[in-house]
Antibody, heavy 121, light 110 residues
Framework: EVQLVESGGGVVRPGGSLRLSCAAS????????MSWVRQAPGKGLEWVSG????????GYADSVKGRFTISRDNAKNSLYLQMNSLRAEDTALYHC??????????????WGQGTLVTVSS | NFMLTQPHSVSESPGKTVTISCTRS????????VQWYQQRPGSSPTTVIY?????PSGVPDRFSGSIDSSSNSASLTISGLKTEDEADYYC?????????FGGGTQLTVL
């Protein structure tokens, strides 16, 4: 059974940093691209960032480019999102999602339950 | 970057058919596959249509997807509506550097 379990969320002040993690199991992790997708309270889905199967290709939404960094450790079956210079508008539930392809952000066939990030003073 | 525009909400009666549109702002709708996700309150999204018109196993054939190049849009059609279909629906596509979600459509079955 495919499982994606996010962790690392919490409350942080504007300008602060957080590192999210996603532990994957039930599939061959390095066969698939991965993404982070967020959902602000009461709002829609927003793709944040994606990474291909070996980490050689990454993509970012304009809203986070230059502030967030995605990475993965295939030996640990884990995906990460380093979030710096956080803003109030980054407050959201952050989901880890598997791309059904190796590229990173084409079609999300499995989703985690999410980890909540709140940016507030 | 392109955008995907969906109606904010639609409503229909049980047993009827509803269609949700998703219009791509620039570039051809046919250039990259479109997916549709269903999200019920408090739950993570699940796929109802992928690659324009493919259903994952377990999704009933009441759900169908299509694209229309003349209107540069994709559509999700749900026939024989059931109260359990009440949810938010999101279209999604991608290009070489981004994935893009539509703003979501709230489906009410009343």
């Amino acid at each position: 059974e495919v499982q994606l379990v996010e962790s690392g969320g919490g409350v942080v002040r504007p300008g602060g940093s957080l590192r999210l993690s996603c532990a994957a199991s039930g599939f061959t992790f390095d066969d698939y691209g991965m993404s982070w997708v967020r959902q602000a309270p009461g709002k829609g889905l927003e793709w944040v960032s994606g990474i291909n199967w070996n980490g050689g290709s990454t993509g970012y939404a304009d809203s986070v480019k230059g502030r967030f960094t995605i990475s993965r450790d295939n030996a640990k079956n884990s995906l990460y999102l380093q979030m710096n210079s956080l803003r109030a508008e980054d407050t959201a539930l952050y989901h880890c999602a598997r791309d059904s392809y190796s590229s990173g952000w084409r079609y999300f066939d499995y989703w985690g339950q999410g980890t909540l990030v709140t940016v507030s003073s | 970057n392109f955008m995907l525009t969906q109606p904010h909400s639609v409503s229909e009666s049980p047993g009827k058919t509803v269609t949700i549109s998703c219009t791509r702002s620039s570039g051809s709708i046919a250039s990259n596959y479109v997916q549709w996700y269903q999200q019920r309150p408090g739950s993570s999204p699940t796929t109802v249509i992928y690659e324009d018109n493919q259903r994952p196993s377990g999704v009933p054939d009441r759900f169908s997807g299509s694209i229309d190049s003349s209107s540069n849009s994709a559509s999700l059609t749900i026939s024989g509506l059931k109260t359990e279909d009440e949810a938010d629906y999101y279209c999604q596509s991608y290009d070489s550097s981004n994935a893009v979600f539509g703003g979501g459509t709230q489906l009410t079955v009343l």
